[in-house]
RNA sequence: GCUCGGGUGGCGAAAUGGUAGACGCAGGGGACUUAAAAUCCCCAGGGGGCAACCCCGUCCCGGUUCGAGUCCGGGCCCGAGUACCA
């Protein structure tokens, strides 16, 4: 038995999904479209074990804004795509025992399931895999766009090596020194990787940070991108060695105002000048602690709060302040790829410099007094900080002055001196991209023994990564496409004498770091991306995606956008007009993740609520900005309230007449709720919004009023959260087209404001009564009904010394007794 | 350690410096039912009082203010990011 005025979740999700497919409603015309708005998401990477609740929650948080934004009046083109490239989908394939090229379409295709069950707005059509060879042929052409302009270059970079897998491991995979599938220690290998100059730019990348005519972004976001450049401001100084043959060290410092108390140098081990500084009697210790910091792996190499080591060279040089004689030193806590790779140590007014000095019995000396001490005061600890009101002392014509004024003087000082000069620093790195891997894309680059390394011509590309079976790393500490002798040897395209392939492949966030480029695109085979439709499209209107990529992923993506944009390709310089970061779903306070055996798969919530309630939900759970715990205990409200808006659907009917049938009080909550709900869902408030619509169902049936157009803008307004159910009501309300093509509710503010305001009454600050009064009352209409008030009138015994007035709000009372 | 968030009922959470706890879950009471589920109505921060009402209450301590969950200073706890960056 059928029964056509029930609300059947299932029946009408398949019903919608299958009409939007075969209509193609949520595909816009790339060419066209007037009002364009690109909403972007991050496109996830297809794992085996699909979706999860946090995945889900974060693309329904984008395609309520999508579906929103499309309401009012934009053509909104929300693409996906999958990011199946990388260290992962290899690492799960060789535990396997699968091809990732033949897991990785199966996991798509779950994805693809999923993702449509959930109701995303998404456009199919040019749905991309970065796997795709018509689409790595065009990150590899990025590759090429770098190398051309000077920004990819080669040079030996340290690798952590597993000697018992034998392969190169990611960061990731090294967990306390060791491997994370074995638990051998990890060495460091010093291999040829590919760099990109992402340094140039950390300038730029910094500065359009604070233009808010570029980049409308998250302050979390901002905040840890800000963070990740690290720019850092100072001097560098120049030590000349005691030893006139040799010649000075140049350090780098942010603290040039501590220049007295710089008691040694300490060198990274690594550093060129160790050879030359080191004595005879040191030679032996130097090379022996040179060796032990090579072999190292790369992430305990990094890992702060460790024993300090390290060894003298036998050389001193002089302080160019005090004309004194200091110790050089080398010790592995400096690093060699920060600053110039060596340090003045101040051990009275550094942590580590103390720490080390305090190890080595090295002198300390302090040259900056807080309140209540002097030059001669003892440190026991160092005493670091610039601005904690403490001044010089032990420095000569600066005592006395303040750290500040002195870090510039000190400065300038060197500089007419020519020892030392004012410098900024980034601790931005260059992004090393090459990985001795199989599943990514090779880079394409040629090596002639004539010719050098030759990059392959825009012509030839893809280079199509070759299908084969054994694409496990192996010790050789190559990529195994250095195995395929078919693949590996090819003609020189210079000459055309025999050369040898790149064998690495590249970045995974090389792939994710021009996607969104490619969507618009993604159907033409002739370019990476169509000028007229890039300019149409972009920059992002509006990206949301994790803080989890807010440093790397977006860093390397507003990189590759400022290349591109140099070359003339792009007349945007950074990619993302807006982003926002979504709040973290977790489970029992931990990021859901298969290893905690923590993920909760979303198909058994839709299999039993349908997915409009469970999308719904996960909205109104909380803050989409800030997430949270994952529970399912509330799930039965949304699911309620869509029961609600059902039923006054079914008995939508037309007033005789709007006015006389809905009473003021209702079509006031309307209207603003109508404000509300669109300034919630703008600011991505999706928990409020819903709860101001459920509130108007609420009014709705405590007034039993089911007047047509209030419930069908009910329905237009849940619309975002819950399409397919939406769609349902609107078909019954007898539309034809697309809820979505409908132009969303409009309020009229002169009817959001209420006949009569309630003013809470205060004596002395503690709320004592409150008086319901007209509208426009003056304060001394409100002072009459307050003081006529008992319950505040009791209060009011003493001298009124001052009445404050908030207009519309309260009142407030003043009183001596 | 540093940077950024956050601490409010039994629970998820609301609150331009102006009646703390909207909305929802769970709970209690009632209606309907042979019964249960579903649905509907009512109650609901804690304490006191027959009641009108009163007192206490947003992590802790202090401050600003007629008035502080909200602003300022100090502290504690939780979460995220980062990590020897000189």
């Not at 929300?78 to 795509?81: L, V």
């Not at 300019?535 to 920059?539: R, V």
């Given at each position: 038995?059928?029964e056509?005025d029930?609300y059947l979740?299932?029946?009408i999700e398949?019903?919608?999904c299958?009409?939007?497919?075969?209509?193609?409603?949520?595909?816009p015309?790339?060419?066209?479209?007037?009002?364009?708005f690109?909403?972007?998401?991050?496109?996830?990477?297809?794992?085996?074990e699909?979706?999860?609740?946090?995945?889900?929650?974060?693309?329904?948080?984008?395609?309520v804004y999508g579906?929103?934004?499309?309401?009012?009046?934009?053509?909104?083109f929300?693409?996906?795509?999958f990011?199946?490239f990388?260290?992962?989908?290899?690492?799960?394939?060789?535990?396997?025992?699968?091809?990732?090229?033949?897991?990785?379409?199966?996991?798509?295709?779950?994805?693809?399931?999923?993702l449509?069950?959930?109701?995303?707005?998404?456009?199919?059509?040019?749905?991309?895999?970065?796997?795709?060879?018509?689409?790595?042929?065009?990150t590899?052409w990025?590759?090429?766009?770098l190398?051309k302009q000077?920004l990819a270059?080669k040079?030996?970079?340290?690798?952590?090596?597993?000697p018992?897998?034998?392969?190169?491991l990611?960061?990731?995979?090294?967990i306390?020194?060791?491997?994370?599938?074995?638990?051998?220690v990890?060495?460091q290998?010093?291999?040829?990787?590919?760099?990109?100059?992402i340094?140039d730019?950390a300038?730029?990348?910094?500065?359009?940070?604070?233009?808010?005519?570029?980049?409308?972004?998250?302050?979390?976001?901002?905040?840890a991108?800000?963070?990740?450049?690290?720019?850092?401001?100072?001097?560098?100084i120049?030590?000349?060695?005691s030893?006139?043959?040799?010649?000075?060290?140049?350090?780098y410092?942010?603290?040039?105002?501590?220049?007295?108390?710089?008691t040694?140098?300490?060198?990274?081990p690594e550093?060129p000048?160790?050879d030359?500084?080191?004595?005879?009697?040191?030679?032996?210790?130097?090379?022996?602690?040179?060796?032990?910091a090579?072999?190292?792996?790369v992430v305990?190499?990094?890992?702060g709060?460790?024993?300090k080591t390290g060894?003298?060279?036998?050389?001193?040089?002089?302080?160019?302040a005090?004309?004194?004689?200091?110790?050089?030193?080398?010790?592995?806590y400096?690093?060699?790829d920060?600053g110039?790779?060596?340090?003045?140590?101040?051990?009275?007014?550094?942590?580590?410099?103390?720490?080390?000095?305090?190890?080595?019995g090295?002198?300390?000396?302090?040259?900056?007094?807080?309140?209540?001490e002097?030059a001669?005061?003892?440190?026991?600890?160092?005493?670091?900080?610039?601005?904690?009101?403490?001044?010089m002392?032990?420095?000569?014509?600066f005592?006395?002055r303040?750290?500040?004024?002195t870090?510039?003087?000190?400065t300038s000082?060197l500089?007419s001196r020519g020892?030392?000069k004012e410098?900024?620093?980034?601790?931005?790195?260059?992004?090393?991209?090459s990985?001795?891997?199989?599943?990514?894309p090779?880079?394409?680059?040629?090596?002639?023994?004539d010719?050098?390394?030759v990059?392959v011509?825009e012509?030839?590309?893809?280079?199509?990564?070759?299908?084969?079976?054994?694409f496990?790393?192996?010790?050789?500490?190559?990529?195994?496409?250095?195995?395929h002798?078919e693949?590996?040897?090819?003609?020189?395209p210079?000459?055309?004498k025999q050369?040898?392939?790149?064998?690495?492949?590249?970045?995974t966030?090389?792939d994710?770091?021009?996607y969104?480029?490619?969507?618009?695109?993604?159907?033409?085979?002739?370019?990476?991306f169509?000028?007229?439709?890039t300019?149409?499209?972009?920059?992002v209107a509006?990206?949301?995606?994790?803080?989890?990529?807010?440093?790397?992923?977006?860093?390397?993506?507003?990189?590759?956008?400022?290349?591109?944009?140099?070359?003339?390709m792009?007349?945007?310089?950074?990619?993302?007009?807006?982003?926002?970061?979504?709040?973290l779903?977790v489970?029992d306070?931990?990021?859901?993740s298969?290893?905690?055996?923590?993920v909760v798969?979303p198909?058994?919530?839709?299999?039993?609520?349908?997915?409009?309630t469970f999308?719904?939900y996960?909205?109104?759970?909380?803050p989409?900005?800030?997430?949270?715990?994952?529970r399912d205990a509330g799930?039965s409200g949304?699911?309620?309230f869509?029961?609600?808006?059902w039923?006054?659907?079914?008995?939508?009917r037309?007033p005789?007449?709007?006015?006389?049938?809905?009473?003021?009080e209702?079509l006031?909550?309307?209207?603003?709720?109508?404000?509300?709900?669109?300034?919630?869902?703008?600011?991505l408030?999706?928990?409020t919004?819903i709860a101001?619509?459920m509130?108007?169902?609420?009014?709705?049936?405590?007034?039993?009023?089911?007047?047509?157009?209030?419930?069908?803008?009910?329905?237009q307004?849940?619309a975002?959260?819950?399409?397919?159910?939406?769609?349902?009501?609107?078909?019954?309300?007898g539309?034809?087209?697309?809820?979505?093509?409908s132009?969303?509710?409009s309020?009229?503010?002169a009817l959001?404001i209420?006949?009569?305001?309630?003013v809470?009454?205060?004596?002395?600050?503690?709320?004592r009564?409150?008086?319901?009064v007209?509208?426009?009352?003056?304060?001394?209409?409100?002072?009459?009904?307050?003081e006529?008030?008992?319950?505040v009138?009791?209060?009011?015994?003493?001298?009124?010394k001052k009445?404050?007035?908030v207009?519309?709000?309260?009142?407030?009372?003043?009183?001596?007794?």
């Open positions: 038995m059928s056509p029930k979740p299932e029946a398949t019903k919608w299958e009409r939007w497919a075969a209509e193609r409603t949520n595909e015309d790339l060419d066209r479209a007037e009002r364009p690109y909403n972007l998401m991050m496109f996830p990477y297809p794992s085996a699909g979706l999860h609740v946090g995945n889900l929650f974060a693309f329904t948080g984008a395609d579906r929103f934004k499309r309401m009012q009046g934009y053509q909104v929300e693409p996906i795509g990011d199946a990388g260290i992962h989908s290899e690492n799960f394939a060789i535990k396997v025992g699968v091809h990732p090229a033949e897991l990785i379409p199966r996991n798509i295709a779950n994805f693809t399931r999923q449509t069950r959930m109701g995303g707005m998404f456009s199919w059509r040019n749905v991309l895999s970065t796997t795709e060879p018509s689409y790595y042929k065009w590899q990025v590759f090429l766009q190398y000077g270059y040079k030996h970079g340290a690798v952590n090596w597993c018992s897998c034998k392969t190169v990611s960061n990731e995979q090294v306390a020194g060791a491997c994370e599938r074995c638990g051998t990890v060495e290998r010093a291999l040829e990787q590919w760099y990109f100059r340094t730019y300038e730029r990348l910094l500065a359009n940070l604070d233009d808010p005519t570029k980049m409308d972004w998250s302050d979390t976001t901002v905040m991108q800000k963070n990740w450049l690290g720019r850092s401001h100072g001097a560098e120049t030590f000349r060695a030893d006139a043959a040799s010649s000075g060290i140049t350090v410092t942010t603290r040039p105002d501590t220049l007295f108390g710089a040694f140098l300490v060198l990274a550093h000048l160790v030359a500084l080191t004595t005879g009697a040191h030679r032996a210790a130097v090379e022996a602690y040179r060796a032990q090579a072999a190292q792996d305990t190499r990094k890992v709060d460790k024993e060894v003298f060279t036998g050389s001193t040089a002089l302080n160019p005090t004309g004194g004689q200091v110790q050089v030193w080398i010790a592995d400096v690093l060699m920060y110039t790779g060596a340090i003045m140590a101040v051990p009275g007014h550094d942590e580590r410099d103390f720490a080390f000095a305090t190890k080595f090295l002198p300390i000396v302090r040259v900056i007094a807080g309140p209540g002097d001669g005061t003892p440190l026991d600890a160092a005493h670091t900080g610039i601005d904690g009101g403490g001044r002392v032990n420095s000569r014509e005592d006395g303040t750290p500040m004024d870090k510039a003087a000190i000082w500089t020892t030392g410098t900024v620093q980034y601790r931005l790195y260059d992004w090393c991209i990985r001795q891997r199989y599943w990514g090779p880079i394409p680059i040629i090596y002639c023994d010719c050098g390394p990059p011509p012509a030839d590309l893809p280079v199509v990564l070759p299908a084969i079976d054994d496990r790393p192996d010790d050789s500490g190559v990529s195994p496409l250095a195995r002798a693949w590996y040897f090819v003609p020189c210079t000459c055309g050369g040898r392939r790149e064998t690495d492949v590249s970045d966030f090389l994710s770091a021009w969104f480029l490619r969507y618009p695109s993604s159907e033409l085979t002739d370019r990476p169509d000028l007229a439709r300019k149409k499209w972009l920059p509006s990206y949301i995606g994790g803080n989890e990529h807010a440093v790397l992923h977006l860093l390397y993506s507003r990189f590759i956008t400022m290349v591109l944009h140099d070359a003339g792009l007349d945007f310089e950074e990619p993302f007009r807006k982003f926002r970061a979504h709040g779903i489970k306070g931990a990021k859901m298969k290893s905690r055996g923590n798969v198909d058994q919530y839709i299999d039993k609520w349908g997915a409009d999308r719904t996960l909205m109104f759970l909380g989409f900005q800030e997430g949270g715990d994952f799930i949304p699911r309620r869509l029961d609600k808006v039923e006054l659907v079914i008995q939508a037309h005789d007449s709007f006015d006389a049938e809905i009473r003021r209702v006031v909550k309307w209207h603003q709720v109508k404000q509300r709900v669109a300034e919630e869902i703008e600011h408030r999706y928990n919004a101001a619509l509130e108007l169902v609420n009014v709705l049936r405590d007034q039993n009023c089911a007047e047509r157009t209030l419930v069908t803008e009910l329905v307004m849940t975002p959260f819950a399409p397919h159910f939406a769609e349902e009501c609107w078909e019954r309300l539309h034809k087209r697309t809820i979505f093509d132009t969303w509710p309020f009229d503010p959001t209420e006949d009569t305001i309630t809470a009454v205060q004596v002395n600050g503690k709320t009564g409150s008086v319901v007209p509208r426009d009352s003056t304060e001394a209409v409100v002072r009459t009904a307050a006529a008030d008992p319950a009138a009791k209060y009011l015994a003493g001298e009124i009445v404050i007035w207009p519309g709000r309260m009142l407030s009372f003043v009183v001596v007794s």
